[in-house]
T-cell receptor, first 111, second 115 residues
Framework: AQSVSQHNHHVILSEAASLELGCNYS??????LFWYVQYPGQHLQLLLK??????LVKGIKGFEAEFIKSKFSFNLRKPSVQWSDTAEYFC?????????FGTGTKLQVIP | DAMVIQNPRYQVTQFGKPVTLSCSQT?????MYWYQQKSSQAPKLLFH???????NEADTPDNFQSRRPNTSFCFLDIRSPGLGDAAMYLC??????????????FGPGTRLLVL
């Protein structure tokens, strides 16, 4: 069965700190991986996605994620976070027309 | 500018009283999804439509039904809401042209409270 797990439920960082949020997946078919973000009071929106090709994927607002097949991981990174990155981050893995979401990581950035 | 619209944003209903949540889209996407999200949990897919083709998840209770009268609109009907159905309900769309790796576009959600 397809599953996605996120290890960190709540992360607190100071501005300018580096960020890495973990995501592991288990899926036997074609791997499509996503990171979605939900800013306070806003709807879920796509941050970045991996479908094929270069395993290092760059998204909006300076975020990137690396697909490591051997580790079944798709961790999200940002070298220097800002207060405006405070949000909830969801990793998701997709099959045909559907995705399975992780439980989310709430990131709080302290000015 | 709104792309996926959900009404109402907050819905209060009584135990056992049928309720309908509404979703509309201006993206002309083929696929529309309904998710249930409870506090601190992952969004859980209930069902989705590819055009008029309805795809129900195996573990979606019979209490949940959906209708898609046209491309733009999709409804979630909860026939007899229980206390356990209180949650945020998210509607999303995708183009449906690729199948794999498609971005989903989400609405703001409807928070359902069951008294």
């Amino acid at each position: 069965a397809q599953s996605v797990s996120q290890h960190n439920h709540h992360v607190i960082l100071s501005e300018a700190a580096s960020l890495e949020l973990g995501c592991n997946y288990s899926y036997g078919g074609t791997v499509n991986l996503f990171w979605y973000v939900q800013y306070p009071g806003q709807h879920l929106q796509l941050l970045l996605k991996y479908f094929s090709g270069d395993p290092l994927v760059k998204g909006i607002k300076g975020f990137e994620a690396e697909f490591i097949k051997s580790k079944f991981s798709f961790n999200l990174r940002k070298p220097s976070v800002q207060w405006s990155d405070t949000a909830e981050y969801f990793c998701a893995g997709g099959g045909y027309q559907k995705v399975t979401f992780g439980t989310g990581t709430k990131l709080q950035v302290i000015p | 500018d709104a792309m996926v619209i959900q009404n109402p944003r907050y819905q209060v209903t009584q135990f056992g009283k049928p309720v309908t949540l509404s979703c509309s889209q201006t993206l002309n996407h083929n696929v529309m999804y309904w998710y249930q999200q409870k506090s601190s949990q992952a969004p859980k897919l209930l069902f989705h439509y590819y055009d008029k083709d309805f795809n129900n998840e195996a573990d979606t209770p019979d209490n949940f039904q959906s209708r898609r009268p046209n491309t733009s609109f999709c409804f979630l009907d909860i026939r007899s809401p229980g206390l356990g159905d209180a949650a945020m309900y998210l509607c999303a769309t995708s183009r449906g042209s690729q199948g794999f790796g498609e971005t989903q576009y989400f609405g703001p959600g409807t928070r359902l409270l069951v008294l």
